[in-house]
């Protein structure tokens, strides 16, 4: 089996001059040559060396080169050929077609001149078109013509009559004009807008701070809130650091700023009266009849108090007409503050001490109790110790029982003579039976009841009341160590204001500050502007679209 060889198939582009150049019949070969006519000079279509024609194509090719070397645009290359045509120009190229207009004068990326040429072709006219007007051999196909192309030079192409002139540079005159007017006149209005909007109420903040703001100083003080226990024995997380008094400190800064400092200050120092003065500019004054809220919004204004809370400092300033009343009403916050601070320090030993105190006083009065209840049973047994009773009645009972042992022992000797000496027997027998009696007495006090009870029945009774009163003491004695541990932690609790920074009077005026608030006003009007102006915009955008 074989296999036919089979050549690829290659696409060849044909070249400008073959797309552009009409299909000629085929002739039949002719044998002889063809000569040249008459009027052929052996250069072809190129103009002679050195002839005008020749340094003109020179020239053109310069300025053409000049153009590729620019970087437009296939767009703008197709609207410089359209206006080309449009002028009636026919240019070789759409580098030439730049080259011819701006020869003329003409811009052919201007913006006026792109949308007149817009405009020329809602309309356009199909005898004016060079590229359409072109005759079309009938025998040849269809051809296309893309843009941007290059047209050869000997080819004539009908193109559109060349329109006048003047009056379209007239009317592209009197557009620029009339830009430029609109111009001019936006950025007049421009101006208005901001000098009156921005320009005009700064410099009357500017005029107010220089020369009407009454003058004021400022007394600067520092202070912390510190606790008098040790860091060593601070528990929790927090205990060494400034957050564990920090609770306290928002709470002097809020005391501070609220309406209750603000009376007491008016009350002891006339705040009121202070800033009420005639020679006090009138933004700064206080009118004579004005509301608490409006004397309180005044005291914001010029006390102003800041903490912070890394390092637990509490900053102060405080402004008034003269140094010496600023340091005066700085003095007395920081006196309320030191006030308010032991008022919230005194009650917290107070809840802290309760209890003890509560448990101390229960365990004295109980042991008192106890011990008055011993003493009224030693009074009514007539008994003070039952135990040295007990052991009393006890060492007279063994000597009794020791004379008796004895007694028994001589009347037994007396017994075992033949012949007893009976009056000593009869007196041996009486002490023995004495002695009997006697010890039986004795020991009756001890178990036996009488009036009072017995010593054993006293000496329960006084026992118990013993250990009662040793359990009370006891008792007592805890609650008084409970209590004296609850005093050191209280005390330890306490809180106390450090001063840091003494209010110093300044022996110049603080405020007003002509540059920084003069700058801050323009700032801020300037950025009001900008804001409205930008609002104005896009809410007439949205109504135009």
Request: avoid cysteine.
């Given at each position: 089996m074989t296999t036919k060889p089979k050549a690829p198939k290659f696409r060849i582009r044909r070249s400008s001059a073959q797309t552009t150049a009409p299909v000629e019949p085929q002739q039949p070969a002719s044998r002889s040559t063809d000569l040249p006519s008459e009027t052929e000079d052996g250069f072809g279509d190129a103009a002679f060396p050195g002839s005008a024609k020749a340094e003109a194509a020179k020239q053109n090719e310069a300025g053409i080169a000049e153009i590729r070397r620019e970087g437009l645009t296939g767009r703008q290359l197709r609207m410089a050929r359209r206006l080309a045509q449009k002028h009636g120009l026919n240019p070789s190229s759409d580098f030439d077609a730049v080259r011819q207009l701006r020869g003329m004068g003409i811009d052919p990326f201007d913006r006026a001149n792109m949308l007149e040429l817009v405009k020329g072709r809602e309309t356009p006219a199909p005898e004016t078109d060079p590229v359409q007007a072109k005759p079309k051999d009938q025998s040849a196909p269809e051809q296309r013509i893309k843009l941007p192309q290059t047209v050869e030079t000997?080819?004539?192409?009908?193109?559109?009559?060349?329109?006048?002139?003047?009056?379209?540079?007239?009317?592209?005159?009197?557009?620029?004009?009339?830009?430029?007017?609109?111009?001019?006149?936006?950025?007049?209005?421009?101006?208005?807008r901001l000098g009156f909007f921005v320009l005009l109420p700064t410099l009357i903040a500017f005029f107010y701070f220089a020369f009407i703001a009454t003058p004021s100083y400022a007394t600067k003080s520092e202070f912390i809130v510190q606790q008098a226990e040790a860091a060593a024995a601070q528990p929790g997380l927090l205990g060494g650091t400034a957050m564990a008094t920090s609770q306290d400190s928002i709470l002097v800064q809020d005391f501070l700023t609220s309406r209750e400092a603000l009376q007491r200050l008016d009350a002891d120092h006339g705040y009121r009266e202070h800033f009420s003065e005639p020679s006090v500019d009138s933004l700064q004054r206080i009118p004579e009849d004005a509301s608490n809220e409006a004397v309180y919004k005044h005291f914001q204004n010029h006390v102003k108090i800041g903490y912070d809370p890394t390092e637990g400092v509490i900053r102060m300033e405080v402004s008034a007409l003269t140094p010496e009343k600023s340091q005066t009403f700085s003095e007395a916050l920081i006196g309320y503050a030191e006030e308010r601070v032991d008022q919230v320090t005194e009650r917290k030993r107070e809840d802290q001490m309760r209890g003890a105190r509560e448990t101390f006083s229960e365990a004295e009065?109980?042991?008192?109790?106890?011990?008055?209840?011993?003493?009224?049973?030693?009074?009514?047994?007539?008994?003070?110790?039952?135990?040295?009773?007990?052991?009393?009645?006890?060492?007279?009972?063994?000597?009794?029982?020791?004379?008796?042992?004895?007694?028994?022992?001589?009347?037994?000797?007396?017994?075992?003579?033949?012949?007893?000496?009976?009056?000593?027997?009869?007196?041996?027998?009486?002490?023995?039976?004495?002695?009997?009696?006697?010890?039986?007495?004795?020991?009756?006090?001890?178990?036996?009841?009488?009036?009072s009870g017995s010593l054993a029945s006293v000496t329960a009774r006084l026992s118990m009341a013993e250990v009662d009163l040793e359990t009370r003491t006891m008792m007592m004695q805890e609650s008084l160590q409970q209590?004296?541990?609850?005093?050191?932690e209280a005390n330890r609790q306490v809180r106390f204001l450090s001063l840091g920074v003494s209010p110093i009077p300044p022996d110049v005026p603080t405020y007003p500050r002509v540059f920084e608030n003069t700058l801050i006003a323009f700032l801020i009007f300037g950025a009001i502007y900008l804001l409205t102006s930008v609002t104005v915009g896009i809410l007439r955008e949205q109504v135009s679209s």
């Open positions: 000997d080819k004539n192409l009908p193109g559109a009559p060349a329109p006048s002139t003047g009056p379209a540079l007239h009317e592209i005159e009197r557009i620029q004009r009339d830009i430029a007017r609109r111009r001019r006149r936006k950025l007049i209005f421009l101006g208005a009065t109980k042991m008192v109790d106890a011990q008055q209840k011993v003493l009224e049973l030693q009074e009514q047994l007539g008994i003070l110790d039952p135990v040295s009773e007990t052991a009393g009645i006890m060492t007279q009972v063994n000597t009794f029982e020791t004379q008796l042992a004895e007694k028994r022992l001589q009347l037994n000797q007396l017994l075992d003579n033949e012949r007893p000496n009976a009056a000593r027997v009869a007196g041996v027998e009486g002490d023995i039976d004495r002695l009997q009696s006697l010890i039986g007495q004795l020991r009756s006090q001890m178990t036996e009841g009488s009036g209590l004296e541990v609850a005093r050191v």
